[in-house]
């Protein structure tokens, strides 16, 4: 026996997926890395912290009640089985099967496979930062990160914090830490309140953003929260941990403007400048990419590699609503074509236009929150760039104008600067800044590290079950193989 | 790699170089490959003398590019699992030892003090002191540098330029013409598509090979360390799927794991089964490793000649015409004799070695 | 008010865990870094070349800044790892793994 449909990712893109599919007979296995339904949106305090109002850090909490009754219920008839705790590596499509590897356990070592005839992707994205001095200091993190560490363990990083980068989540992520009972000194946003107004007819076309966002303005006011709008984070001080900010406006050409810097004293700054898909495992299967716009689809969430799907921020980045939207939609095409159909458009025309209205809304926003133009010019040459490999941005220069290379990849191959543990995820976009080299997704084939222990193991072929692991007598001793081989390295 | 070493020792000799690559540097097999620089893989004959010179020309260079080129000079230990394996690694090194290479017999008891995370129970091994490793990519770019060639990268040879009377006067790009009495094809696994551009055939072919990276780690693997059947064979022209294990630390930290190889022309999809073979291949050489972690995997095609022997020379074909490639899976260590003697030959001198088993034309001949 | 104010949070009992030896206090359902946040720890982490100190940075698995050792394990993910009862947390230096 093997599942219908693995869907990867329980975020709003993946439950609503593996709800439209469950409702209409498909078999689902939900596999998901966290411990818990929602994804990063709807991130939900652990079960042990007892939270009795877990709303008060979340808005469209009613969306979220309907998406976990709605799953619970299909667990409770056995249409969906949920993998929590389970972080795929790798998705492999051979002979018309595709096969999910993950790994589980609390240290990640326990190999789980399943197979399956449709998997959909909804592994959303991740937060990009682009490098300033000091932007290693521990109490430096993403605004995501510290919305997550809120959100899912009821833990702030400090006591007195700046918001600052640019894009949409800056502003609930001010609003989290400040009800949380953390002092934010300041949001500072490299976008200006004029790019919109220039683009208000479009931004007005999705009333309930803009309500959202005055909600949070008004919270961030309650708390008595600074915003500095076209200012920007030249550095961040400190000797071990973040201690001050150096904090700037910006000219209208986009480079701070003399005499108007000014230190804040802070222990925490959380920082962001818009967010990147996850590609990898679409991009180890073959399918394309749409530069680092995400995994191309179609008008049914498709990928171009038959059997795979795509929705949420993978394929884009535009919130939780339209990932809603998308992963309906996939979910019905799924259920639709495993069954042999050609599916009706029509059935999910709401959830089209309002996938249309907010890619729009959302490719405005994209181009009004950017980082201020000339950010480069504040990355001094001794500051570190890739943090795992710890090369400074003077080294990435040097492979430039030095060593003749061109593109990201020769950059990485001179320096290793993208080389380490996060595989450039964290880094690409400022070395591409830096070094003027187009940026391109990510693209790894193990989408996380792997044990080579478990690598060495074929999964076993238990024909009784569609989720599958080893079992220990497969591990092969050492014995020798006598290849006739030109056997060079 | 080669066409680097080439430029380097052809500018040395005082020659006017251009370098012109369609990619970047060190886009091609240089920065797919481990940084092999290898004696203890090739028995005794041309390439071995090849390697020898190479080796000596590598340590010269290490004086003043080591440190940037992460130049080890670290040794490679072949162990043998099985008594069989044992005689024939044995035979092999006691040839190589003939032809001037240093192979230290190492019984099985001593593998520790080598090796102390390998696997307890295999019958003996040979280390090999003068097996070395660089970076490639850096080596190669560096190697650039030092030469103060003209670079011309993102440039792609589109035709090689002949007199009336067939000889070589430089080559078409497709941004402007580039005249030179003397043109070397150091197109590594394209090769054969630059020898096409002037008229003759070289057979030079793709053999894949996938390299798996771990997480960073401290020294735990000392030399480059394989098993005896990597090098038990010789000659095979299969294109299927082969993996013995080859496992080495780096300079930065991760180990490399090797080493696959496969004719499935230039194709650049993943492939878990040799992700798979290659990391059983090594946890069964060192049990260590079955709790690190890969991080990456990356591919490269090495570029391979039927006799797996590379063509070193000019082409009697073309007048002007000189072959730097099919070096297969030992380009980065055999490209500073290539590059040297290439260089003595661009000079009109006697090459230090002789060429006549790397003939580029010695496949014409076979078919004549 | 604090977060667990503010989700009016009635946790679970909270147990001990070490940090380089010292004691200190987790509720279930925290990860390592949680824990360690809680406590006014920042950075549990030096780094390979540099020796300098490095802690949460993205929050969800992806950046692997928050390398830890926990129970003689290198190189886990502290905003990812599950904290348990009597777990022993060390900074992790460098590649994490004994030479």
């Given amino acids: 026996m093997r599942t219908d449909l693995v869907v990867i990712g329980a975020g709003p893109a993946g439950l609503a997926a593996s709800l439209a599919a469950a409702t209409r007979g498909v078999r689902v296995v939900l596999v998901d890395a966290a411990p818990a339904a929602g994804g990063q949106f709807y991130r939900q305090p652990a079960p042990g912290l007892g939270a009795r109002r877990p709303g008060a850090l979340h808005h469209q909490w009613r969306t979220w009640t309907r998406l976990r009754e709605g799953l619970d219920r299909h667990i409770a008839t056995g249409r969906i089985t949920h993998l929590p705790d389970h972080h795929v590596w790798s998705v492999e499509k051979a002979s018309g099967c595709l096969t999910v590897h993950a790994l589980s356990g609390p240290e990640q070592e326990q190999p789980v496979t399943v197979r399956a005839a449709a998997v959909l992707l909804a592994t959303g994205g991740y937060e990009r930062v682009l490098p300033f001095p000091g932007w290693t200091l521990p109490g430096v993190l993403t605004a995501g990160g510290a919305q997550a560490m809120l959100k899912g363990t009821l833990v702030v990083p400090g006591r007195r914090a700046v918001v600052a980068g640019t894009g949409p989540l800056l502003l609930p992520v001010a609003a989290g830490l400040a009800a949380a009972g953390v002092a934010v000194a300041a949001l500072v946003e490299s976008a200006g309140p004029g790019g919109f107004a220039r683009h208000a007819g479009a931004l007005a076309a999705q009333p309930g953003k803009a309500v959202e966002a005055a909600l949070y303005a008004a919270r961030l006011l309650r708390h008595g929260v600074r915003i500095l709008p076209r200012h920007t984070v030249v550095a961040a001080h400190g000797d071990d941990r973040v201690e001050e900010v150096t904090v700037a406006a910006l000219d209208s050409g986009g480079r701070p403007r003399p005499g108007t810097a000014r230190r804040i004293p802070c222990d925490t700054l959380a920082v962001g400048h818009g967010m990147l898909p996850h590609t990898d495992l679409a991009d180890a299967l073959g399918c394309r990419i749409d530069g680092v716009v995400g995994v191309a689809v179609d008008d049914e969430q498709r990928a171009d590699v038959p059997g795979v799907w795509a929705a949420g921020e993978t394929t884009g980045i535009g919130g939780a609503a339209l990932a809603l939207a998308e992963g309906h939609i996939a979910g019905r095409s799924i259920a639709a074509r495993l069954s042999g159909a050609a599916p009706d458009p029509q059935e999910w025309e709401r959830a089209a236009q309002s996938r249309a209205a907010l890619r729009r809304f959302f490719s405005v926003l994209d181009r009004l929150c950017t980082p201020p133009v000339h950010w480069t010019e504040q990355v001094t040459d001794d500051t570190v760039v890739c943090r795992c490999e710890e090369v400074r941005a003077g080294t990435v220069r040097e492979a430039v104008e030095q060593l003749g290379a061109g593109d990201l990849r020769t950059v990485k191959l001179l320096t290793r600067a993208g080389m380490g543990w996060c595989q450039g995820r964290m880094c690409a976009p400022g070395i591409a800044g830096i070094t003027g080299c187009p940026q391109t997704a990510s693209r790894s084939p193990f989408a996380r590290p792997v044990p080579l222990g478990v690598l060495a193991r074929e999964p076993q072929n238990d024909p009784r079950s569609p989720v599958e692991s080893p079992a220990e007598e497969n591990v092969r001793q050492y014995n020798v193989t006598h290849h006739r081989g030109g056997d060079r390295p | 790699m080669v066409g680097a070493a080439c430029a380097l020792y052809a500018a040395r000799a005082g020659l006017d170089v251009a370098l012109v690559d369609r990619g970047p540097v060190a886009g091609g097999t240089t920065g797919a490959g481990e940084g092999n620089l290898l004696v203890s893989d090739k028995g005794p004959g041309p390439e071995l003398e090849l390697a020898l010179l190479s080796s000596r020309l590598w340590d010269e260079l290490a004086g003043e590019l080591g440190r940037a080129i992460e130049y080890e000079p670290k040794g490679g230990v072949v162990v043998a699992p099985t008594p069989e394996g044992l005689t024939a690694l044995k035979d092999l090194a006691a040839g190589q030892r003939a032809a001037g290479v240093e192979a230290v017999d190492v019984p099985a008891d001593r593998l520790p003090d080598l090796e102390p995370h390998l696997v307890p129970g295999l019958t003996g091994g040979v280390l090999y002191p003068q097996d070395s490793q660089v970076m490639p990519a850096l080596a190669a770019a560096r190697l650039v540098r030092a030469s103060r060639a003209r670079l011309l990268t993102g440039r792609a040879v589109t035709g090689v330029l002949r007199t009336r009377q067939g000889a070589v006067r430089g080559v078409r790009t497709d941004q402007g013409d580039l005249h030179a009495p003397a043109v070397v094809n150091a197109a590594g696994t394209w090769g054969g598509d630059v020898a096409a551009l002037a008229g003759v055939t070289l057979p030079v072919l793709p053999r894949r090979g996938f390299v798996l990276v771990t997480e960073p780690l401290p020294p735990l693997v000392r030399h480059k360390v394989y098993a005896a059947d990597y090098v038990a064979d010789v000659a095979s022209d299969s294109a299927a799927l082969q993996t013995s294990p080859v496992v080495e630390g780096t300079a930065a930290g991760p180990v490399l794991i090797g080493a696959s190889r496969e004719r499935v022309g230039f194709d650049r999809s993943f492939s878990l089964p040799v992700a798979r073979a290659l990391a059983a291949g090594a946890t069964r050489l060192f049990p260590y490793l079955g709790r690190v972690r890969a991080m990456r995997t990356y591919l490269g095609f090495r570029p391979y000649m039927p006799d797996h022997l590379p063509a070193v020379g000019p082409d009697p074909r073309v007048p002007g015409l000189y072959h730097a490639c099919g070096h297969e899976g030992a380009g980065i260590g055999l490209s500073t004799g290539t590059g040297h003697l290439i260089a003595q030959l661009l000079c009109g001198g006697e090459p230090e070695l002789d060429l006549a088993p790397f003939r580029p034309d010695r496949f014409e001949q076979e078919a004549a | ?99």
């Fill in chain 3, 1 to 99: 008010m604090n977060p667990l104010e503010l989700t009016r949070a009635r946790p679970e009992p909270a147990f001990t865990v070490t940090f380089d030896g010292r004691e200190v206090e987790a509720l279930p359902g925290w990860t390592v870094a949680a824990a360690l946040w809680a406590a006014g720890i920042t950075s549990w982490r030096t780094t390979r070349r540099d020796g300098r100190p490095r802690g949460i940075f993205c929050g969800i698995g992806v950046c692997f800044d928050c390398l830890v050792t926990v129970n003689d394990r290198p190189n886990q993910r502290a905003c990812l790892v599950p904290v348990r009862p009597g777990d022993v947390i060390r900074t992790q230096e460098g590649t994490g793994h004994a030479d």
